[in-house]
Structures are given as C-alpha cells and as structure tokens.
C-alpha cells in the first residue's frame, strides 16, 4: 500500500471514529506485521484502545489476564520517546526473553512477540502505536522501521485532528445544556474536571467547590462519596453498568440539597481521543424550570417536528408502540424516528434519551 492511500485512510478514521479498526488493519499490512493498536501511555483501559480486528482476542487477554500490570514492553518507552520509534531487541536480550513470563505466557501464545512502538504524541498527550507480529517475519529491521517511521506524520496529523474534533463534541455537550439552563461539569479519566458550564458555576462555593481540577463537596463525607463515584466511572469497564446514571445527594450551607448525577461518556466520539470521560449533571428539584418543549429539542438537537413529538410522548413514561399509536404512525415509522434521535442526541439506548429530556425538565433520573 502507498504511504498517500494510507494518510487518506488515516484521515477517513479521524473524521469518523469507527474506522479506526480498518485504518490500523491497513497500517499492519504497511509494515508486514499481523496487526497494529493504538493505546495512551497514561489511563490504559479496554475503553481507550485502538486495534485492529487481528488484535481482538489478544487484547481481550491484555486486560483480563491483567498483563497491562507487568507489560515489560513498557522498557521501551525511553528510546520510543528518544528516537520515535523502538523494538523489543532494543531492550530485551535473548536470555531474558527465554525467561520472561510475559513473552512466552502472552505474546507468543498470540503470535505477537515481536513489535515496534512508534511515538505519537498531541499537546499534552502521549499514546503508543505498536506494530505486532509473529516469528513468521521475525524482529522489524532498520531498514523497517524507517518505513515505519515515514507513517509518524500521517499517524499524529490524524491523532490531532480526532482529538480536535472529540474536544469539538464535548463542548458542545456543556453548551447545548447552558442553552436550557442545564448544569453540567465534564471529567477527564483521571477524575479531573475539565470544564464547567455557566449553569454549574453558579453551583461553586454553595455546596460545591472547585480547587484546580479537583471537585469536592460541603460535607468530608459527600466529598468522598463523589470521588468513589467518579473513579468507578473512570475506572470500571461494564458498559452496561456505566451507562446507568448514577446519584448522589450535596447539601449546601444555605439552602436545600440537590442532586449529582454522573455518567460516563460512551460512543459519543472514540474515547480514547475525548477529554472528557464522565458528565456530572445537577439537578435541583426545588428550581423552576419548566417542562422541555419540542421547540426546544428541535433547536438543540437538531429534530424533526415529528421526531420531537415523539420523544415528548416517550418521556410520559408511554411504550414505543402506545406514542407511535398516538402520533397517528406505523410503529416501525416511529421505530426509525427513534433511531434517527439517537443518532442525533449521540446516544444508543432509548434510556439515554429519555434522561436527556428528563435533565432538560429539572427532573430525577434513575
């Protein structure tokens, strides 16, 4: 493949997240190797790695045998950061290699014990792309790794523009919740926050206080419930569980208490480029906000009339079948409508969309 055809391919995956697999698949066969991942030095989970479908049952392996704890390639991080690029012959020896747990327990039995780590790194952040292969083809050479290492530009041009558009995406998320007066602060995976809204704000120094990217509450107790919520949030790989929104009560010196919820950030954009990796929301039961209108949802979300209507009924606790009956269409009409709101909304359950409509009316989720 042309080094040309392979920065294109890059490029289609940093505008559309879900190509990533098939441009590092793409990216293998440029280097001869069985497949290629791409992973943060820092804040390793299942969630923020990149790899192609070559690598699936590996990976699995990685973090559920808990390799990503002992993973000795982590030796060539020195020379990768030096010269941009490193091998395993670079920092193992043949004895150690015969001895080494790692080597011989993981890679071998999947046929990837030979690797070359490229540097990319964007502003602050700093990921890993590896390269991996079998004794098929052996250790990269020099003459390989300088192929390799023609691909950095390419690679970091795309890196840069997922995480621009990622930083696009979350902003919008705490904008689009200023325009209905909807609180909402956003964290990174390491349980920093990363940006406030206007609406939150008002919420600092009456029953919650930012000091740096470090959140806390009023009462010690409350302060170290919000930081076990955020690090299971950060922390916790069960999709299913993550995505349930999750509560806590704040009181305030003056005044009464209101709700934190909390959820992680999944399928919005590729998390491993998003700066942000959980959304707290704040609802204040006793503030008058009014119900969402479809005028609203239609303004922010960019909804059809009739997709709006739709989702309003939804919201009266309806089934699908009952709001397509009173909306006077077919249930496979509001079926599509449904799919098309949560493609808007970024969403993937039906649960999810509701509890935007929900948050947008001041009520409780979950």
């Known amino acids: 493949m042309e080094l040309s055809a392979l920065s294109q391919i890059l490029l289609d995956a940093a505008v559309d997240p879900r190509q990533w697999a098939t441009a590092l698949s793409a990216l293998a066969r440029y280097g001869n190797a069985k497949g290629a991942a791409l992973l943060p030095i820092e804040g390793r989970l299942p969630s923020r790695v990149l790899i192609s479908p070559e690598l699936e049952g590996a990976f699995n392996a990685y973090f559920s045998e808990q390799w990503q704890l002992r993973d000795e390639r982590e030796r060539a991080l020195p020379k990768m950061r030096r010269t941009g690029i490193s091998t395993d012959q670079d920092f193992v020896t043949d004895e150690q290699l015969k001895r080494s747990d790692y080597y011989n327990a993981y890679l071998a039995r999947h046929d990837i014990n030979w690797s ?26 020099l003459g390989e790794q300088e192929r390799l290492l023609q691909l950095l530009p390419a690679v970091k041009q795309a890196v840069a523009l997922s995480q621009h558009l990622a930083y ?77 929104p999750r509560s806590m009560v704040v009181h305030r010196a003056h005044g009464r208490p209101f709700i934190l919820q909390a959820i992680r950030l999944s399928g919005m954009v590729s998390e491993v480029f998003s700066p942000a990796h959980v959304l707290m929301f704040i609802v ?7 119900a969402a209108r479809a005028d609203e949802l239609r303004s922010i979300f960019g909804l ?18 009952v709001a397509a009956e009173q909306s006077g269409i077919t249930y496979e009409t509001a079926r599509t409508h449904l799919k098309r709101i949560m493609q808007k909304t970024q969403t993937t359950r039906q649960a999810e969309v509701l509890s935007i409509v929900q948050r947008m009316s001041g009520g409780l989720v979950g």
């Open 116 to 141: 070359a780590c490229l540097d990319v790194r964007s502003g602050s952040d700093e990921w890993a792309l590896i390269v991996e292969r079998g004794n098929r083809f052996g250790h990269f050479e």
């Open 168 to 244: 696009a995406n979350v902003i919008g998320v705490a904008d689009a919740f200023d325009l209905i007066g909807g609180a909402c602060i956003l964290v990174n995976r390491f349980g920093k926050v990363f940006r406030a809204n206007k609406s939150a704000e008002l919420y600092f120094g009456n029953g919650l206080t930012l000091t740096g990217s470090e959140l806390s509450c009023l009462l010690p107790t409350e302060t170290a419930a919000l930081r076990r919520l955020v690090l299971s949030l950060c922390m916790k790989t069960d999709e299913t569980l993550l995505r349930v």
């Open 284 to 290: 204040d039961p006793f503030a008058d906000r009014g």
């Open 304 to 321: 059809t009339q009739a997709e709006a209507q739709l989702l309003l009924k939804l919201k009266n606790d309806v089934s699908l079948a």
